[in-house]
């Protein structure tokens, strides 16, 4: 069985700050997604990697497929850039229908 | 724009009821999906369908039905037989179920019990 686990749970930071959201997951995977989702409930697809590493904006997101893990970072953090930020992955092999998903971080950020 | 439309935003439902949530896309894309989503915890897929007339039951389809009559349309009906249905509802679409897809996600509908 997948398991995706994400951390830290919680993340309160303040304006302007480097972020790190960690997704760990336990078979091989084909794709992995970083999504967001808005306090009004939306979810908007952020990244899908397989390998190396994905920028948009002020967003990184990295993947260490031997090590079975994967990072989103925010730069220059911003109040807006609060949402729950989640993980998702395909196995190898699977549909896009079997995506196993993290419970989520949540983010906060102060001004 | 394109995009997937959800309604209701909020939805009661009372002891013996079916009650039935819509999805509609407009980005042309063969598949699409239903997700629960609970406090604390992952998405769930419900149902799945990968082209017009045919779907598949996800995980946690018990108690709930589908249809798939025309492309844009994906409407989830949840029956009686769904115990515990208080959860947001999630539709999701995408290119295909066959490769590596992004998927595009509706704004849910939250379904609560009277």
């Known amino acids: 069985k997948n398991e995706v686990e994400q951390s830290p749970q919680n993340l309160t930071a303040q304006e302007g700050e480097f972020i790190t959201i960690n997704c760990s997951y336990s078979v091989g995977i084909s794709a992995l997604h970083w999504l967001q989702q808005h306090p009004g409930g939306g979810i908007v697809s952020l990244f899908m990697l397989s390998s190396g590493k994905k920028k948009h904006g002020r967003l990184i997101a990295t993947i260490n497929i031997q090590e079975k893990h994967s990072s989103l970072h925010i730069t220059a953090s911003h109040p807006r850039d609060s949402a729950v930020y989640i993980c998702?992955?395909?196995?190898?092999?699977?549909?896009?229908?079997?995506?196993?998903f993290g419970k989520g971080t949540k983010l906060s950020v102060i001004p | 724009d394109g995009g997937i439309t959800q309604s209701p935003k909020y939805l009661f439902r009372k002891e013996g009821q079916n009650v039935t949530l819509s999805c509609e896309q407009n980005l042309n894309h063969d598949a699409m999906y239903w997700y629960r989503q609970d406090p604390g915890q992952g998405l769930r897929l419900i149902y799945y369908?990968?082209?017009?007339?045919?779907?598949q039951k996800g995980d946690i389809a018990e108690g709930y039905s589908v249809s798939r009559e025309k492309k844009e349309s994906f409407p989830l009906t949840v029956t009686s037989a769904q115990k515990n249905p208080t959860a947001f509802y999630l539709c999701?679409?995408?290119?295909?179920?066959?490769?590596?897809?992004?998927?595009?996600f509706g704004s849910g509908t939250q379904l609560s019990v009277l």
């Open positions: 998702a992955v395909k196995a190898r092999g699977a549909g896009s229908y079997q995506l196993t």
């Open positions: 999701a679409s995408s290119t295909t179920v066959a490769t590596n897809e992004k998927l595009f």
């Open positions: 369908s990968q082209i017009v007339n045919d779907f």
